[in-house]
């Protein structure tokens, strides 16, 4: 028998159970299921394949309990849970997920195997889900979005398919304005609502030239203005912790953020509550 899986979390995980009641099993596995239809069509193989995790029906949590049971206890301080480490692990690009899947039914119900690196494999899938772990907070940290056509966009260079991961999260913290994620020939788009897409959107990247966003009116950044301005108690400005809080470097992020570094760095104009209400 052929198992066929989608190289997903849900995936790996129902094809894990799969193998373990059928161990004489061979294993395909495929991003999508045209991807899939074309593996198969190369090889010549027609009969006795079972699909998996291209559908999503089942729930990675259970899953992952029913296989793996509980951690004792953490190695370290900053492991990821199990459910965040197959994903991580999943998403590098050197990840075997045939390999991933014999090696995490090694693992029945003995999550700390995935942690303790005790066998060759264990160690080198640990190092995999740290290098991807690594590279996404290092674009959490240190990439710079900017807006183009009043999208906030951002074009990534990493070598683990963490583009929808990053764009997911730079959604969150910017849930105003529609996002643009451009990974080599993929794009994410997150808060997609703003500019007539789905809240978070797969597309290519040739296509984000096409999209833009504007605000009719700039009510919101106005009335922050006056609220900011009329709130500020002046004999209680201290210069050098604003400087920290918003230093210079930040202020190309945004025009409020470079109007706010403008008021640090000149002052505020008079204003009352007045100009509020």
Not at 34 to 55: A, N, P
Not at 67 to 72: A, D, I, Q, S, V
Not at 93 to 99: D, M
Not at 188 to 210: A, K, P
Request: proline residues 4%; aromatic residues 10%.
């Amino acid at each position: 028998m052929i198992i066929a899986f989608k190289n997903n979390p849900e995936g790996v995980l129902l094809a894990c159970f799969e193998l373990l009641e059928n161990p004489n099993s061979d294993l395909i596995f495929a991003k999508n299921i045209d991807d899939l239809k074309r593996k198969l069509s190369f090889s010549g193989i027609d009969d006795g394949v079972k699909t998996l995790g291209f559908r999503p029906t089942a729930n990675c949590t259970e899953l992952i309990s029913k296989l793996l049971g509980k951690r004792k206890g953490a190695m370290f301080k900053g492991d990821p849970g199990i459910e965040r480490y197959v994903d991580l692990t999943l998403r590098n690009s050197r990840c075997n997920p045939a390999e991933f899947v014999n090696f995490l039914c090694s693992c029945k119900e003995n999550a700390d195997a995935l942690y303790i690196g005790k066998t060759l494999t264990g160690k080198k899938y640990y190092n995999y889900m740290g290098e991807v772990a690594r590279s996404y907070h290092q674009l959490c940290m240190f990439s710079r979005p900017d807006f183009v056509n009043g999208i906030l966009s951002v074009r990534i260079d990493s070598p683990h398919r963490i583009g929808d991961m990053f764009c997911r999260w730079l959604s969150g913290k910017n849930p105003d304005v529609p996002i643009v994620v451009i990974e080599k020939e993929n794009a994410w788009v997150g808060n997609g609502r703003y500019i007539g897409l789905d809240h978070f959107t797969h597309i290519s990247s040739s296509f984000v030239e096409n999209l833009s966003f504007s605000r009719e009116t700039n009510e919101v950044d106005d009335l922050w203005d006056i609220y900011y301005d009329s709130q500020m108690i002046s004999n209680r400005r201290n210069k050098k912790h604003a400087k920290k809080v918003q230093p210079k470097v930040s202020s190309s992020i945004s025009k409020m953020s470079y109007r706010d570094r403008y008021k640090i760095e000149r002052g505020i104009a008079n204003c009352t509550l007045d100009n509020f209400t």
